[in-house]
């Protein structure tokens, strides 16, 4: 089993900065591939970014603005997101995969509004 637990949501302006981090316990030792969803009201969860050993990815409408990475030491992964926008409000959930198989364990979410 796995546990994740997210924090650093909050209400950021436009142009704003906040940095997400998802520290993951449990009985797994390593984990293969970590990443962030999120799922704005009335609509479906979308992929943010995923990183794993060698590599990351991200949606095409954070890329240059958002920034993944991770800390194996301590199983966390963070989620550096720079300028801000309304459209990036909604609640951020992080994602682990420890065999790479498809199956994901999930957080509880975070909240990220982006208002003025």
């Known amino acids: 089993q796995l546990q994740l637990v997210e924090s650093g949501g909050g209400l950021v302006q436009p142009g704003g900065s906040l940095r997400l981090s998802c520290a993951a316990s449990g009985s797994v030792f390593s984990i293969n591939v970590m990443g962030w969803y999120r799922q704005a009201p009335g609509k479906q969860r979308e992929l943010v970014a995923t990183?794993?050993?060698?590599?990351?990815t991200y949606a095409d409408s954070v890329k240059g603005r958002f920034t993944i990475s991770r800390d194996n030491r301590k199983n966390t992964v963070y989620l550096q997101m720079n300028s801000l926008k309304p459209e990036d409000t909604a609640v951020y959930y992080c994602a682990a995969d420890p065999f790479g198989n498809n199956q994901y364990y999930w957080g509880q979410g975070t909240q990220v509004t982006v208002s003025s």
């Open positions: 990183i794993t050993s060698g590599s990351s």
